[in-house]
């Protein structure tokens, strides 16, 4: 690898690129050298202090600059977002430059006690953090205002002088990990540690909360498999599984929990201090002082962004749903009048008839899908939210309650009015399957075919026929900012949210599809594997302690179900069959089974506890260090004071 | 005040007695001796360096002392047990020593920066901090073992060798805060400030509920009137007056909350950092090494506590709940014997019979719940939690869950078995007004008036006819020492949550519950403040920052009252007449109906922010600013090293 840098080592030999910045190929040469100078200048000078080097490529192109940091910066920058990392007594502890001699693995020379993806998300922080001094606008741009204290790299984004800031793959890590994650036929569990060395936290938890949610699945898969092979229709049979799928349900989010204080305590997130959080990139409003931090920001008031969210996005999330219902209704009549055309017809075109309201709906919930999923991202912009993290959760909840009921209203439809429960065991199994076929498809192998034939028109072009390893560090940077962009856990995990429902809302129906899901996620991790290492561009790492609003989506979507298997269990014939005399019997014992299950949901997820007890002990023992420290220092001053 | 000191005054100028401490009569003069060199000793030497004087009785004895501090003591107390308290700024700050002059109201002569209550919970957690330093045994008593690190008074307090430590109360204060609080008829808010100032936050934070939880009643209440001035029997009125209360009560917790945060923030406890909490006296195991702290203590394996919990105490509760329902089942009988036996004879004595079974069934009601109360405790004490706070949370659940039974069964066979509206409705008002009675009077009125009769005998035996504020220090002390222990808020929050269940749980069937409760809290108020300011010993203040379980079994409540609620409504004839044809119709909107008002309690719930936005800006201001501070110390490194 290191021939190929060789235009730069000339001039400084540990220099290693970690950070790529593209630039509009039109920046005036002016904020070119402004910005790479106010990127090496010193800390005290106001600077990130980092090194930054233009790459020349053959067309003489200087638009794009390699960014990167000497060991030394690096660590500085570790204690400034407050990295977790294990001491030589096992304890996991906030890096601080002083105290390095106590980190495990620490040495003047190591370059690999900081991760690739630690030290890309420091340069990351420190760009982002480079803020304007006395500058009133950007050299060469006076459209572009600054004011003390904004961020220029969020300034340059948002006035599209500045095109993206990604990191760079590591070539040789990057094979290491594709071989040991899905390079081989193996049964057994991913190399976590290692994707979060790479990817960061955020999409190693992703992984492991998807091979976790597939072994928990692989009870009920088992489980669920006798039902279809001998057909068992009894309904003890049925009121068994049922119950095993609730509670089992509520004791694998719990259970979770655990693993993953587990996991991030492991990889010193869970101890990770938040950071303070600056605006996103979107956010506008009248130049104001934040009452948190003193300085000078843009300020919106919370309350005209409580009128916009309940005076417009929550009207307007409500007509949507609405409407989707009614394109629901309209399918089920067309299906309706395709039957009636069929009987008294009988032809071959009527009998193709039939799948016509079928392909329709599909593809008008796919149209409904995407314009919804714009106009979500466009009021949730509109809303102006200071922080990405309330942005996300506002969009997030948006998209959900939309997805959830495109998916599965049909379903409710069928289930709860027509009663129709063969007719629900086929939709489901139909919805299950092809989304999941579709959905494979759609997210990794298309791309991943597009990437590998943009990439080998790129490689004709620049006559070469080199393997991945042995690409220049101009022909890798050309290539990787070509490539998509990841933008973020979100939709994979509304896919395993989706499953969860097929699985859980109707278990007692459809036994089965725990079966469909386990095979599901198993080609899911390879085709996800592939689809981070193969067609997108490296994300940048998040540190992050846990999955976040998912968890909560997640036990809500198993709070229904309980009433959803219920109701279910209820109109079942076989249950119905024990309740001969009265209806209302039968209705209020499932009423009282619902409450007494639900009831024990919250029990067992009150009882069982967050985090496993050494992960408990652990921590108190790092808050108790704190507190005796802070004695210490106060009898410190005791001793100086009395003995005045 | 100063006058009656006067004989400690002469050796000690401003010596202030604030705890005193009571040894068993027999203890040894070696053992005296050893405490009192141990308390007085300096922090160096492992001492607690407080003031403390032998308090000379007139029959001679020397077995109370009284322990005082330097008022710089004091305030290098204050920054160990990590008080929080306003600065001159406006905002609150953990105090330290060293940054002294930035508060609010210092001065190096004002005694009264640091409350009164503040400063004997510093001397409580003083002498709770003395620990054995190379004693092996309490010198004197060879069985009271010690080792190196163990808290000395709490081995005394188990070998009976310290009877009690209290804190003094200040005739003064007490009498200015008397007047505020109960002393004229008026009508307002209490003075929750200077309660807290005198008894701390716990007990302040309970009147403070108790305050809000009656004006919350009030809108009920005044809604609830008309229904029983006009005999309204109307079903739309009583489903409005049902759904309301049911979102009412949802809200007025959800505000408490966010006003329970004012109050604590203000009080400097909501910022107030947690203090590593000691074992409970009670505590006993193998000695080993505490995990968390490194140091030698009792150490007792958690499994063992959970097997006693989950194989004894919990069934053992289960069948203490059976047996309370059996009893009720007993009196059922009983009273149907009873009516029937007076329907047959007509006589006086059979009238008189009607009344038998419902005292029969009071009175063991009364002797189950003390006897349960009992078992709960040695059961509690047996599990052997570590802590005091779990040992509180086990207990608070056992005696919740009976109770709650013990008051609510009876009511629930009548509505739900019985089907008897109008007994329900007797039975319920009974209940609610013989209970409030009784508890006021047993609560406060005859321990005051027990208190006052033993008062006026001291004072005779002293032969001193003064008023209380002119009591010499020696009879002060010997009235309070004799004066009972205030077991802490239980007992008051327990009464406030069974009211909360009379007034919610069948709300739709006497809306004039919220009157009563109203008209009992207004007097609960005064007869709790004339308990604690009259009948009780003054309590130790307890820093707290919320009412703690309290808080979810009021949650917990209010959501049994929505299905309670549904069902009844559901049951009632005007209901019923709306569905002529179909029982069946009837229940499934009652179960919809349900579910759609849980559902919006939960969203509610989380919509509504349980801290008011100025005091979120308060709080992310503080955490701001301790981040920069950090990031200062790092930049102050970073020069250094890059000047290198």
């Not at 030999?13 to 070119?32: D, H, Q």
């Not at 020379?109 to 922080?125: G, P, V």
């Not at 991943?448 to 004709?460: D, G, N, S, T, V």
Request: charged share 20%; hydrophobic share 45%; proline share 4%.
């Amino acid at each position: 690898m290191k021939e190929s840098w060789s235009s730069l080592d000339t001039f400084e030999p540990n220099f290693r690129p970690l950070v790529v910045i593209e630039l509009a190929k039109s920046t005036k040469e002016e904020t070119r050298e402004w910005l790479t100078r106010r990127i090496a200048d010193k800390k005290a000078n106001g600077g990130a202090q980092l090194l930054v080097k233009p790459l020349v490529t053959e067309d003489g192109d200087q638009n794009i600059y390699l960014v990167g940091a000497s060991h030394f910066r690096l660590l500085l920058g570790a204690e400034t977002v407050g990295l977790v990392k294990e001491c030589t007594d096992n304890s996991m502890r906030t890096f601080t430059y002083s105290s390095r001699k106590t980190f495990k693995g620490f040495a003047d020379d190591n370059q690999s006690f900081l991760t690739m993806a630690e030290c890309q998300y420091i340069i990351k922080h420190e760009l982002e953090n480079l803020r304007a001094k006395d500058e009133k606008i950007i050299p060469g741009y006076p459209q572009a205002k600054l004011y003390p204290g904004k961020s220029i790299v969020r300034r340059l984004l948002t006035n599209g002088i500045l095109i993206q800031i990604f990191p760079l793959h590591d070539q040789e890590e990057l094979k290491k990990l594709r071989h040991t994650w899905y390079g081989r036929v193996k049964i057994g569990y991913q190399p976590l540690d290692e994707i979060r060395c790479y990817f960061g936290e955020t999409i190693a938890l992703y992984f492991g909360f998807l091979e976790y949610f597939t072994f928990a699945l692989v009870p009920m898969a088992v489980i669920g498999i006798p039902y279809y092979v001998f057909a068992w229709e009894d309904y003890d049979k049925y009121v068994m599984f049922a119950t095993f799928n609730l509670l089992w349900s509520t004791v694998i989010l719990e259970v979770w929990k655990r693993l993953c204080a587990v996991m991030t305590y492991r990889w010193g997130t869970l101890l990770m201090k938040r950071q303070f959080e600056e605006p996103r990139p979107g956010f506008h409003g009248v130049l104001g002082v934040n009452p948190v931090t003193g300085r000078e920001e843009p300020v919106y008031s919370s309350i005209r962004r409580q009128l916009r969210i309940y005076l417009v996005s929550l009207p307007f999330v409500c007509l949507c749903l609405y409407f989707s219902l009614y394109v629901m209704m309209i399918y089920f009549d067309l299906e309706q009048w395709a039957l009636d055309y069929h009987k008294e017809n009988e032809s071959n075109f009527s009998s193709l008839m039939l799948f016509v309201p079928s392909i329709i709906y599909a593809i008008v919930i796919e149209i409904m899908n995407r314009i919804y999923r714009y106009a979500a991202e466009f009021l949730t912009s509109w809303e102006n939210h200071r922080l990405e993290s309330s942005y996300q959760n506002h969009l997030i909840l948006k998209v959900l309650v939309f997805n959830f009921l495109n998916c599965f209203a049909s379903l409710f439809y069928i289930a709860f009015v027509l009663f129709d429960m063969k007719l629900l065991r086929q939709s489901l199994a139909t919805l299950l399957i092809t989304s999941q076929i579709l959905n494979q498809f759609a997210e990794a192998f298309l791309p991943y075919w597009l990437q590998k034939r943009h990439k080998k028109r790129m490689k004709k072009k620049m006559y070469s026929q080199k393997t991945d390893t042995d690409l220049s560090l101009v022909e890798q940077v050309n290539l990787e900012k070509e490539m998509g962009t990841y933008f973020g856990t979100f939709d994979d995990y509304l896919e395993l949210f989706l499953q969860f429902g097929y699985v859980s809302l109707f278990s007692c129906v459809y036994p089965l599809a725990a079966v469909f899901a386990v095979l599901n996620n198993i080609t899911e991790i390879y085709s996800d594997a592939l689809k981070m290492c193969r067609v997108y561009k490296r994300p940048f790492a998040e540190p992050t302690a846990n999955i976040g609003v998912w968890q909560l989506a997640f036990e809500t979507m198993s709070v229904i179900s309980v009433v959803t298997n219920c109701i279910l269990i209820g109109m079942s014939p076989q249950v119905n069959a024990l309740f001969p005399d009265s209806k209302m019997d039968l209705i209020l014992t499932v009423a009282f089974v619902e409450h007494m299950l639900l009831a024990m949901k919250f029990v067992m997820a009150f009882v069982i506890p967050d985090k496993p007890r050494d992960i408990q002990i652990k921590l108190a023992r790092l808050e108790f260090e704190s507190l005796e420290a802070l004695k210490q220092q106060v009898r410190a001053t005791d001793y100086k004071a009395s003995s005045k």
